[in-house]
């Protein structure tokens, strides 16, 4: 049937502040469904309290809310909107457990609500684990033996019944949060405990363990006609007993006989068509006895998830924009395929190329944390890897990750150590992937790996042919390898590094024999049905074939480096200041190109720049992209720290930077010339030191005095960043430094005890500086101002501590001959500013700023950097009115047993807006008491 013109207007719920277990895909989901929405007219009325996304821009949808998602800011929504129905299966799950709590407050019903896109009953039947096991039951679809418990007895007497090992899941939770595996009795009771606080309707299910079965995903969707498609199937590579979040994941499904594949497929539509005939998106899991080929269904998903998001960028099918039209009545023939432009949408995508999904961890910045993966989700992001093959993928997946690696291996960073890698292998934890590779190359026997692992002889098939491919090509040096195998290294992947690496040379020379000898990458569009109809959408993967698929137009162009994987410190702000570059180059005439390799973001959608290349944000693939499209420059700006430390080779390489020029981005991180260009400017700064080794530095701290905050330079969100109060923890801590970043240099400040922190952004043309908004922190310097509520405007900055933070800040901006956006952190003692450091970038708080006072700042800047605008061009008129906080959210309960003090590294995974009307506000005296009185403790 044709849409419903009964629904005018819609309200989305957002999944709000990104922590472990959801994160920026439900953006995604999010914005993709609002833009869906009013391309039909519908008025779109959007509520989330996370101000980094591009989901709570003005440019998403009608009406933005940036209020806390809960029953009061419903109401007073509905209030002031006549809404016609709400969508609440885009914001994970914090969005059902508020649709339902409003649905049994009666709130819908009250205000004549409709909840489209799902309904309560599907909802109740797929979180609640007892209803889902006796439907399931009813259906006729195998799941594990097990009951729900609601007491710690009721729990006891399961186990009894059912024997060990056994699985904990609570009710109600993401991620995984709360469950677990038991292997012996003696470890339940604490379990199980655990598992009944976590819920929120204090419930479990205790269910037989099926540890090492197969797991696999598909991905549906279904019109009110009851017309049901999968859209991907996608297989672990983890066997169960790693959360899917943090599993490797593969899609197609590689290993999937088509026998199974298709019981699997009936079933999955049976469970939709069982939960509910609500028309929309699921996410159904399964796993699969590698024995004997048994299938169990272990959960159902009636919302769009992380998988979805992963989906759509895997296939190129837009789940979230389907669904969205889905739920407002269209049916599948009636819409059109978002890549065709010409065939319908009632179609199951075909792929003729294999993606590969790896996680992202953070274990670092949570000291003392079990890095062992299990049932509770723990990785903070994801990557992708596009190949024409499964080794392909996951060479470039390996390369995105950002973690100091060249790709699976050959890059020197093996691990020799049998038993470590043995322990590895039995017990999963974020590098096992790495020590699967590192055992074959120590010669471990297959069969022993496949014992420990569990995972799939293909798989481990496919990683042993790498280590023995290597091995042939150590056999040659630059000069005498084949062109066929030097081909066949790169039709598996490996970059130009590795290669140079097994053939002892320099990457530039493998580069250079390479294209002597034709091997030249190509470009591949995502086309969703394997090239059978021809595709207009402009997303491509490179792979090494002959024929090419990307064209390149005489237009001017500019590319825009994407951020990577989320991670602490740099997460989903970096995403919106590109999507929000994207636009704006638009705007000025460029065709815009986005390099990114994360399949949560907006910034990969492949609707948001003119072209997307899906690829790593790793030097060998953006020089190769760079010589394909010959743009007339790059933006480096607005993707982090990553896109930031391209910069130099950019330079190197004679690539235009537009914006601020490499010398002005070196000299800010080099704390040496930036201190002189300090001294020169008048403008005050801690006393500090840059040491090479640890006796340096004990010299140093003679002079400086303790206690001193000690950091490597170039790095981002304050990792290993320490404050050390004498010279053993100086000394201990600078060796911890220099092994985790070799050669690097530390910088030592002496810390300003006390002090209050502040920060200002601004934009810069070289000549005019335009400060877009100052925030003052609640806590003291030293705790990372990533974790630190911060104020804005400043709540207690006297006018001379705020003449001196504008004057200082005007003055840096240009002295660094800043062309774009510039953030600096303050240090205020006795009413004496000191810079503590300069980001000629985008930073953290820009989305925050743009949120709280309502100005398209990034799209000013960027403008800015193309040289198109002055900052005098633009009228600048900020909505401001109270004040803005922003609150860091933590993922503390992934890691229980970490320390939770704050300190100058960044633990945050991210961060709520909430707005006051003045200083005497309650929710602003009770943080500003409680921060106070911890940080005294």
């Given at each position: 049937?044709?849409?419903?013109?009964?629904?005018?207007?819609?309200?989305?719920?957002?999944?709000?502040?990104?922590?472990?277990?959801?994160?920026?895909?439900?953006?995604?989901?999010?914005?993709?469904?609002?833009?869906?929405?009013?391309?039909?007219?519908?008025?779109?009325?959007?509520?989330?309290?996370?101000?980094?996304?591009?989901?709570?821009?003005?440019?998403?949808?009608?009406?933005?809310?940036?209020?806390?998602?809960?029953?009061?800011?419903?109401?007073?929504?509905?209030?002031?909107?006549?809404?016609?129905?709400?969508?609440?299966?885009?914001?994970?799950?914090?969005?059902?457990?508020?649709?339902?709590?409003?649905?049994?407050?009666?709130?819908?019903?009250?205000?004549?609500?409709?909840?489209?896109?799902?309904?309560?009953?599907?909802?109740?039947?797929?979180?609640?684990?007892?209803?889902?096991?006796?439907?399931?039951?009813?259906?006729?679809?195998?799941?594990?033996?097990?009951?729900?418990?609601?007491?710690?007895?009721?729990?006891?007497?399961?186990?009894?019944?059912?024997?060990?090992?056994?699985?904990?899941?609570?009710?109600?939770?993401?991620?995984?949060?709360?469950?677990?595996?038991?292997?012996?009795?003696?470890?339940?009771?604490?379990?199980?405990?655990?598992?009944?606080?976590?819920?929120?309707?204090?419930?479990?299910?205790?269910?037989?363990?099926?540890?090492?079965?197969?797991?696999?995903?598909?991905?549906?969707?279904?019109?009110?006609?009851?017309?049901?498609?999968?859209?991907?199937?996608?297989?672990?590579?983890?066997?169960?007993?790693?959360?899917?979040?943090?599993?490797?994941?593969?899609?197609?499904?590689?290993?999937?006989?088509?026998?199974?594949?298709?019981?699997?497929?009936?079933?999955?539509?049976?469970?939709?068509?069982?939960?509910?005939?609500?028309?929309?998106?699921?996410?159904?899991?399964?796993?699969?006895?590698?024995?004997?080929?048994?299938?169990?269904?272990?959960?159902?998903?009636?919302?769009?998830?992380?998988?979805?998001?992963?989906?759509?960028?895997?296939?190129?099918?837009?789940?979230?924009?389907?669904?969205?039209?889905?739920?407002?009545?269209?049916?599948?023939?009636?819409?059109?395929?978002?890549?065709?432009?010409?065939?319908?949408?009632?179609?199951?995508?075909?792929?003729?190329?294999?993606?590969?999904?790896?996680?992202?961890?953070?274990?670092?910045?949570?000291?003392?944390?079990?890095?062992?993966?299990?049932?509770?989700?723990?990785?903070?992001?994801?990557?992708?890897?596009?190949?024409?093959?499964?080794?392909?993928?996951?060479?470039?997946?390996?390369?995105?990750?950002?973690?100091?690696?060249?790709?699976?291996?050959?890059?020197?960073?093996?691990?020799?150590?049998?038993?470590?890698?043995?322990?590895?292998?039995?017990?999963?934890?974020?590098?096992?992937?790495?020590?699967?590779?590192?055992?074959?190359?120590?010669?471990?026997?297959?069969?022993?790996?496949?014992?420990?692992?569990?995972?799939?002889?293909?798989?481990?098939?496919?990683?042993?042919?790498?280590?023995?491919?290597?091995?042939?090509?150590?056999?040659?040096?630059?000069?005498?390898?084949?062109?066929?195998?030097?081909?066949?290294?790169?039709?598996?992947?490996?970059?130009?590094?590795?290669?140079?690496?097994?053939?002892?040379?320099?990457?530039?020379?493998?580069?250079?024999?390479?294209?002597?000898?034709?091997?030249?990458?190509?470009?591949?569009?995502?086309?969703?049905?394997?090239?059978?109809?021809?595709?207009?959408?402009?997303?491509?993967?490179?792979?090494?074939?002959?024929?090419?698929?990307?064209?390149?137009?005489?237009?001017?162009?500019?590319?825009?480096?994407?951020?990577?994987?989320?991670?602490?410190?740099?997460?989903?702000?970096?995403?919106?200041?590109?999507?929000?570059?994207?636009?704006?180059?638009?705007?000025?005439?460029?065709?815009?190109?986005?390099?990114?390799?994360?399949?949560?973001?907006?910034?990969?959608?492949?609707?948001?720049?003119?072209?997307?290349?899906?690829?790593?944000?790793?030097?060998?693939?953006?020089?190769?992209?760079?010589?394909?499209?010959?743009?007339?420059?790059?933006?480096?700006?607005?993707?982090g720290q990553t896109a930031l430390k391209l910069a130099e080779k950019l330079d190197r390489y004679g690539i235009k930077i537009f914006g601020t020029s490499f010398e002005a981005l070196d000299l800010a991180e080099d704390r040496g010339s930036f201190s002189t260009l300090l001294a020169e400017n008048d403008i005050p700064y801690p006393k500090f030191g840059v040491a090479q080794d640890a006796g340096h530095a004990l010299k140093l701290s003679d002079d400086l005095g303790f206690p001193l905050l000690v950091r490597p330079s170039y790095v981002l969100g304050g990792q290993s960043m320490k404050i050390v109060i004498n010279k053993d923890e100086l000394e201990h801590h600078i060796v911890d430094i220099l092994r985790e970043i070799p050669?690097?240099?530390?910088?030592?400040?002496?810390?300003?005890?006390?002090?209050?922190?502040?920060?200002?952004?601004?934009?810069?043309?070289?000549?005019?500086?335009?400060?877009?908004?100052?925030?003052?922190?609640?806590?003291?310097?030293?705790?990372?101002?990533?974790?630190?509520?911060?104020?804005?405007?400043?709540?207690?900055?006297?006018?001379?501590v705020m003449a001196q933070i504008e004057t200082y800040t005007k003055k840096i901006a240009l002295a660094l001959n800043t062309v774009g956006l510039i953030n600096i952190q303050f240090a205020i003692k006795n009413d004496t500013v000191y810079i503590i450091e300069a980001n000629p970038r985008a930073s953290r708080t820009v989305p925050f700023i743009c949120k709280a006072y309502d100005e398209p700042y990034v799209n000013y800047a960027t403008k800015v950097m193309l040289g198109e605008k002055k900052v005098s061009d633009f009228t600048f008129n900020p909505t401001k009115k109270g004040y803005a906080i922003k609150v860091p959210v933590f993922s503390f309960n992934k890691f229980p047993n970490v320390n939770k003090e704050l300190g100058?590294?960044?633990?945050?995974?991210?961060?709520?807006?909430?707005?006051?009307?003045?200083?005497?506000?309650?929710?602003?005296?009770?943080?500003?008491?409680?921060?106070?009185?911890?940080?005294?403790?």
């Amino acid at each position: 049937m044709p849409k419903d013109n009964s629904i005018k207007s819609i309200l989305i719920i957002g999944s709000g502040p990104i922590i472990i277990g959801q994160a920026c895909e439900f953006d995604y989901s999010g914005s993709q469904a609002a833009r869906s929405l009013r391309e039909e007219g519908i008025e779109v009325i959007l509520i989330n309290s996370n101000p980094a996304t591009i989901m709570t821009d003005k440019v998403t949808a009608d009406h933005v809310y940036l209020q806390p998602l809960e029953k009061k800011s419903i109401i007073d929504i509905l209030k002031k909107h006549k809404v016609d129905a709400v969508l609440p299966t885009m914001g994970g799950q914090t969005a059902l457990n508020l649709a339902i709590d409003c649905d049994r407050a009666g709130i819908w019903e009250k205000f004549g609500v409709r909840i489209i896109g799902v309904d309560i009953d599907a909802i109740e039947t797929t979180e609640n684990r007892e209803k889902f096991r006796l439907k399931m039951h009813e259906l006729g679809v195998s799941v594990c033996q097990g009951s729900t418990a609601t007491s710690f007895l009721q729990g006891k007497e399961i186990a009894q019944e059912i024997g060990f090992p056994l699985v904990i899941r609570p009710s109600y939770t993401l991620g995984g949060y709360g469950g677990g595996f038991v292997e012996k009795a003696e470890d339940f009771d604490k379990a199980l405990t655990s598992g009944l606080h976590a819920s929120p309707i204090h419930e479990v299910l205790v269910e037989q363990s099926i540890l090492g079965w197969k797991e696999y995903e598909l991905e549906l969707l279904r019109d009110n006609n009851g017309n049901v498609i999968i859209i991907c199937s996608i297989e672990n590579f983890d066997p169960m007993g790693v959360h899917t979040g943090d599993s490797i994941t593969v899609a197609p499904a590689m290993t999937l006989p088509d026998t199974v594949y298709q019981g699997m497929r009936d079933l999955a539509i049976k469970m939709m068509n069982g939960i509910g005939q609500f028309a929309g998106g699921c996410n159904v899991q399964f796993s699969v006895n590698p024995e004997n080929d048994d299938i169990i269904a272990i959960e159902i998903n009636p919302r769009v998830s992380r998988s979805s998001a992963l989906a759509s960028k895997a296939t190129g099918y837009p789940i979230a924009k389907i669904a969205a039209k889905l739920a407002i009545g269209y049916n599948l023939d009636e819409l059109k395929n978002q890549i065709t432009k010409t065939t319908s949408a009632y179609f199951e995508p075909a792929l003729d190329y294999v993606i590969v999904k790896i996680p992202r961890w953070n274990f670092d910045k949570f000291k003392g944390s079990d890095r062992k993966l299990g049932l509770q989700m723990k990785s903070v992001g994801e990557v992708m890897g596009i190949g024409r093959n499964f080794q392909e993928a996951l060479q470039k997946a390996c390369q995105s990750l950002e973690i100091k690696r060249n790709g699976l291996g050959a890059d020197g960073k093996e691990l020799k150590d049998q038993d470590k890698i043995l322990e590895s292998l039995e017990h999963p934890s974020w590098n096992r992937l790495f020590h699967i590779y590192d055992a074959f190359k120590l010669g471990i026997p297959f069969n022993k790996i496949k014992k420990l692992s569990k995972i799939d002889k293909w798989f481990l098939n496919q990683i042993e042919e790498l280590v023995k491919l290597e091995k042939d090509i150590e056999q040659y040096n630059l000069d005498s390898i084949p062109r066929e195998l030097l081909m066949e290294a790169k039709e598996k992947g490996y970059a130009d590094r590795q290669i140079a690496h097994l053939l002892r040379c320099l990457e530039s020379d493998v580069y250079k024999k390479r294209t002597d000898l034709g091997v030249k990458r190509v470009y591949k569009m995502v086309d969703t049905c394997a090239a059978e109809f021809e595709a207009s959408t402009p997303y491509y993967y490179s792979t090494f074939e002959h024929e090419n698929e990307s064209e390149v137009t005489d237009k001017k162009k500019v590319v825009i480096l994407g951020s990577g994987p989320n991670r602490i410190g740099q997460g989903i702000e970096f995403d919106y200041s590109c999507v929000h570059g994207v636009l704006a180059a638009k705007e000025c005439g460029y065709e815009t190109i986005m390099i990114n390799c994360n399949p949560e973001t907006v910034s990969t959608d492949f609707d948001i720049a003119d072209k997307l290349y899906f690829e790593p944000v790793f030097w060998e693939h953006i020089y190769d992209i760079i010589q394909h499209e010959k743009p007339d420059g790059v933006i480096v700006q607005l993707g982090g720290q990553t896109a930031l430390k391209l910069a130099e080779k950019l330079d190197r390489y004679g690539i235009k930077i537009f914006g601020t020029s490499f010398e002005a981005l070196d000299l800010a991180e080099d704390r040496g010339s930036f201190s002189t260009l300090l001294a020169e400017n008048d403008i005050p700064y801690p006393k500090f030191g840059v040491a090479q080794d640890a006796g340096h530095a004990l010299k140093l701290s003679d002079d400086l005095g303790f206690p001193l905050l000690v950091r490597p330079s170039y790095v981002l969100g304050g990792q290993s960043m320490k404050i050390v109060i004498n010279k053993d923890e100086l000394e201990h801590h600078i060796v911890d430094i220099l092994r985790e970043i070799p050669g690097n240099k530390v910088l030592l400040d002496h810390f300003l005890d006390g002090a209050i922190e502040a920060e200002a952004d601004a934009i810069c043309d070289g000549e005019n500086v335009h400060i877009i908004g100052i925030m003052q922190h609640i806590e003291p310097a030293g705790i990372h101002s990533g974790d630190s509520y911060a104020v804005l405007p400043p709540y207690n900055l006297g006018d001379f501590v705020m003449a001196q933070i504008e004057t200082y800040t005007k003055k840096i901006a240009l002295a660094l001959n800043t062309v774009g956006l510039i953030n600096i952190q303050f240090a205020i003692k006795n009413d004496t500013v000191y810079i503590i450091e300069a980001n000629p970038r985008a930073s953290r708080t820009v989305p925050f700023i743009c949120k709280a006072y309502d100005e398209p700042y990034v799209n000013y800047a960027t403008k800015v950097m193309l040289g198109e605008k002055k900052v005098s061009d633009f009228t600048f008129n900020p909505t401001k009115k109270g004040y803005a906080i922003k609150v860091p959210v933590f993922s503390f309960n992934k890691f229980p047993n970490v320390n939770k003090e704050l300190g100058p590294e960044m633990k945050s995974t991210g961060e709520a807006i909430y707005f006051i009307d003045d200083l005497l506000d309650d929710y602003f005296l009770k943080i500003y008491s409680e921060r106070n009185l911890y940080l005294s403790r």
